[in-house]
């Protein structure tokens, strides 16, 4: 895939992967060395969490050399062991990689074995998160990836990258001979899956799919064809901006009304939120928690 960039985000996406992270000691590869590790592979496909992956089509119409790209608690994905060529993506936080303080390492890499695993990539897309230690991963050999520098100038301000989006942009930027596969990608919430609000879901979906249309990568599973492209068809004299502002018109007033929906419910729910909250003082404190109120500084820091 070719895909041409803007300058200064090539640039930001070369540091990003050469640069070191605050942690030293990692297994941090130069680009060169993550392209020749994945050039050999025809497809490269991104797995989803979510609820509109098919794993049966996927096999069936992808050939052995394809390597699926799996992130974190894959046993919402996945029934059985996986046989094929994989690579788990696990994502860290401010108490390093995810599956390691929850303490679901082996409930994870229980799914994987073999040769055809290449292991984990511990990967950071923000500077207050940090790598977990080799060692950490119980045996898997293991890699790390930090992205931290890429999206500063992409991502809008006071959200994060999902670790999705984020590998998307860093393998189209490698420019691998092999195609860039997103399977899943659908941002729904279901009721295996939540859509947190750390993430900008609506920014990501733009971004991918204009990726998807330029032919940069291709998306399948929860992502429809455009239904405006049938008005453009219906109304071939009408310029395409036309048809855009018409929608953006459309859309904008029916968030008003939904808008208008949700502050009846905030103001009915009042008195049952309150009493939420006042029974949530009584939980007791997460392990992350007790995490941050020791190291305050560090994690500030990071």
């Not at 941090?28 to 993550?34: D, F, I, K, Q, R």
């Not at 295996?192 to 998306?219: C, N, P, Y």
Request: charged share 25%; glycine share 6%.
């Amino acid at each position: 895939m070719n895909l041409q960039l803007p300058a200064v985000l090539g640039a930001n996406l070369r540091d990003a992967q050469t640069g070191a992270a605050p942690n030293s000691g990692f297994n941090l590869l130069t680009p060169e060395v993550w392209k020749a590790l994945l050039s050999r592979y025809s497809h490269i496909v991104l797995v989803g969490n979510s609820e509109a992956v098919d794993f049966e089509r996927l096999r069936s119409e992808l050939p052995e050399t394809a390597l699926y790209v799996f992130f974190n608690k894959v046993y919402k994905v996945l029934d059985a062991p996986f046989a094929g060529h994989a690579v788990l993506f696990a994502r860290s936080g401010v108490m390093g990689a995810n599956i390691v303080h929850r303490r679901e390492v082996g409930d994870v890499l229980h799914f994987f074995a073999g040769d055809d695993f290449l292991g984990v990539v511990n990967i950071r897309v923000s500077p207050e998160e940090n790598f977990s230690e080799e060692g950490d991963f119980e045996g898997a050999e293991t890699r790390h990836l930090d992205l931290t520098k890429m999206l500063v100038d992409l991502y809008p301000v006071g959200k994060i990258a999902t670790s999705g989006f984020a590998v998307a942009l860093w393998l189209a930027e490698l420019q691998l001979p092999g195609n860039i596969l997103l399977a899943g990608f659908s941002a729904k919430r279901s009721e295996k899956w939540k859509v947190f609000d750390v993430h900008d879901w609506t920014f990501e979906q733009i971004f991918l799919r204009l990726f998807a249309r330029m032919g940069s990568i291709s998306m399948t599973g929860g992502v429809d064809a455009s239904p405006y492209a049938a008005l453009a068809k219906r109304f071939p004299e009408v310029p395409p901006i036309e048809i855009a502002l018409t929608a953006a018109e459309v859309l904008s007033e029916r968030l008003h009304n939904a808008n208008s929906q949700i502050d009846r419910l905030m103001s009915v729910t009042k008195s049952i939120r309150a009493i939420e909250n006042f029974f949530r003082r009584f939980k007791p404190k997460t392990r992350k928690q007790r995490f941050l109120e020791k190291c305050p500084r560090s994690a500030s820091a990071a």
